[in-house]
C-alpha cells in the first residue's frame, strides 16, 4: 500500500503559486494553460487567506468558498489589524470575475470555457497583492513561510504580475 506524506499549507501555497507562475509565463503561448493559471491563481488566494485566518484561530466553515474566505480576512473582526486584508468595491469584482471563470472550468456545463484579458488584467493583481499582503508584508504569525519560499513566492507573483501587465496594455 502506498502511503502519501502530507504537505504543510505553507508549502502547499509554494506548490500552487509555482504552478501558476508556470502557467502565466507559458499561457500566452499555450491558451490551455488559461484556465489552469485562474484555477491556481484563485486557489493561492484561498491558501493564503486561510493561513493568516487559521494563525489567528478563525475556524473557516466547511465548504466556504474563495470569495467568502477572501472576505473573512477583510474583516477585522476575524483578522485584527495590522493583518486585515484591504479589498476595495473594485478589487473584490475583479476577483470574482476570476472566481467565476474558475467555477465555470471546474463545474463544466457543456459549453465552451472563456476568460478575458480584461477579467485576468484586473483579477490577477488582486490575487498578488491579497498572497503578498497575508504571508510576506504582513503574516499574522512571524516567520509564516520561510526565507527561502518567500523568494519563491516573490518571482512567481513578479511572473503573475506581468502578465496582467502585459494583458492589461494589449
Known amino acids: 500500500m502506498t502511503n502519501f506524506s502530507a504537505i504543510t499549507p505553507e508549502r502547499a501555497l509554494v506548490k500552487t503559486l509555482l504552478s501558476s507562475g508556470y502557467y502565466a509565463r507559458h499561457c500566452l503561448d499555450q491558451h490551455d494553460y488559461l484556465p489552469w493559471l485562474n484555477v491556481t491563481a484563485v486557489l493561492a488566494a484561498q491558501q493564503a487567506a486561510t493561513l493568516a ?3 489567528v484561530g478563525d475556524l473557516i466553515p466547511e465548504q466556504s468558498g474563495a470569495t467568502e ?4 480576512a477583510t474583516s477585522p473582526a ?3 489589524p495590522p493583518y486585515t486584508l484591504s479589498l476595495s468595491t473594485a478589487n ?3 476577483f ?3 472566481v467565476t471563470a474558475r467555477n465555470a472550468f471546474m463545474h463544466p456545463r457543456a459549453r465552451p ?3 478575458t484579458a480584461l477579467t485576468l488584467s484586473r483579477g490577477l493583481p488582486v490575487i498578488c497583492n491579497a498572497v503578498r ?3 510576506i508584508i504582513q503574516p499574522a504569525v512571524p516567520d509564516m513561510i520561510t526565507p527561502s519560499d518567500v523568494t519563491i513566492i516573490e518571482t512567481q ?5 506581468a502578465l496582467a501587465v502585459f494583458l492589461r496594455d494589449d
Not at 474566505?69 to 473573512?72: A, Q, S, T
Not at 507573483?157 to 504580475?161: G, K, L, P, V, Y
Open 53 to 55: 485566518l487559521s494563525a
Open 69 to 72: 474566505i477572501l472576505l473573512r
Open 78 to 80: 476575524r483578522l485584527p
Open 92 to 94: 473584490r469584482r475583479a
Open 96 to 98: 470574482d470575475g476570476l
Open 113 to 115: 470555457w472563456h476568460i
Open 133 to 135: 499582503h497575508l504571508v
Open 157 to 161: 507573483i513578479a511572473d503573475i504580475e
